[in-house]
């Protein structure tokens, strides 16, 4: 008897490391995924308009459907991204995420400023790569460390009223992000 | 013999806790250090990498993208300040005053996080469009028919949830519940289709 309930014991601890192995492990096995979402309809290293939520369809769950939204799918494989984002009438922000879906970093229009966002996105080798010289550039630039090589820039234009939306989505139109 | 089967017993036991609990923490949204205003519930945690690994798992799952700490913190109610849930067929009123932000919208959602189609196509409310009384306060009217002020229709579904996302807040990780953070009260009517 009592050797049987050892054996019970013995699978409810097992149980728990199985629990927190799949919880652990789920983001990365997870096939339909934000990433995975946009993947067919954003270019990597482009960004691509995304359409707005209907309540017949919509790309993502719980879009705010007050806001125009662009994404880019980044590869810094080749080399750093150049980001650059016009700043809409009302508000603008750009979010970025790891490939797994981690918002790891996010600026908006006032903490960026001027008229356009504009941003160099690198690994962190990447970064300690760069030229020690070139003080300007860092001075001016800002500079966001990817913690993965891959992921999603999002970028987003505030519409204060419906009718607003059509321009907040042509600010976008013009959003960047390339190869330097 | 007896090995194998108390081997086997173990798996059993293991697959069955493990995988069961999983599949429970995953369906009910089980996440952990939210910030509780009345019947809102955010999580400014998880627009950051200190996101806990339960909502990250119910994010991947679901498909979705977190408003990211530095662009905004968003909170949800799927009930009223009584914990009744909220009804598509009943006039519900959100009432009361915002934390501050530059901007927030107030959207509502199928418990999925999709639109709910109506004849206005209105899904939520920017701060800009809504109709405020002389102090400040907004009162909206959640309801399947249309009502003077503030509509927000339901489309006559019966369990939606309402966000409300703040842009550019200082509102974070760091707010506690209280007077640096009011947030319009839910009251569910008993008017019913």
Not at chain 1, 38 to 65: H, K, Q, R, W, Y
Request: proline share 7%; aromatic share 8%.
């Amino acid at each position: 008897m009592i050797r049987w309930l050892l054996w019970i014991v013995a699978g409810l601890v097992l149980g728990g490391l199985v629990h927190l192995g799949s919880i652990m492990a789920l983001p990365h096995a997870a096939s339909r995924d934000a990433y995975a979402r946009l993947a067919s309809l954003v270019p990597v290293n482009g960004f691509a308009l995304l359409p707005a939520p209907t309540p017949e369809a919509a790309i993502l769950p719980f879009m705010d459907p007050a806001f125009a939204v662009a994404a880019c799918r980044y590869d810094l494989a080749k080399g750093p991204l150049k980001l650059t984002v016009p700043v809409s009438q009302a508000y603008t922000s750009v979010t970025f995420y790891t490939r797994h879906d981690v918002a790891y970093y996010a600026i908006n229009d006032r903490a960026a400023g001027k008229r356009s966002i504009e941003l160099d996105l690198m690994t962190t080798k990447q970064r300690e790569d760069l030229p020690d010289d070139e003080e300007v550039t860092a001075a001016d630039r800002l500079i966001v460390e990817s913690p993965t090589l891959t992921g999603l820039i999002v970028a987003r234009a505030f519409a204060a009223e419906p009718s607003l939306l059509s321009a907040a989505m042509a600010t976008l139109r013009a959003a960047q992000c390339k190869p330097q | 013999m007896r090995l194998l089967i108390g081997l086997l017993l173990s798996f059993v036991v293991a697959a069955g806790i493990g995988l069961g609990s999983t599949w429970y923490a995953l369906t009910q949204n089980l996440s952990f250090g939210a910030l509780e205003l009345g019947a809102w519930r955010g999580f400014p945690r998880n627009g950051t990498v200190a996101i806990d690994p339960y909502a990250r798992a119910v994010i991947a799952r679901n498909g979705e993208l977190p408003v990211g700490s530095g662009d905004g913190v968003a909170f949800t109610a799927a009930a009223d300040d009584d914990g009744r849930p909220l009804d598509g067929r009943c006039d519900v009123v959100v009432r009361g005053t915002t934390p501050p932000a530059r901007y927030f919208t107030l959207t509502l959602y199928t418990p999925s996080g999709g639109l709910v189609a109506n004849s206005l196509g209105r899904h939520g409310f920017t701060s800009q469009e809504l109709l405020r009384d002389a102090s400040g306060e907004f009162e909206i009217t959640v309801s399947p028919r249309a009502r003077p002020g503030n509509w927000l229709p339901t489309g006559g579904v019966d369990r939606y949830i309402l966000m409300f996302r703040f842009y550019d807040t200082s509102l974070g990780i760091a707010t506690r519940a209280g007077r640096e953070a009011p947030m319009p009260a839910i009251r569910l009517t008993r008017t019913c289709q």
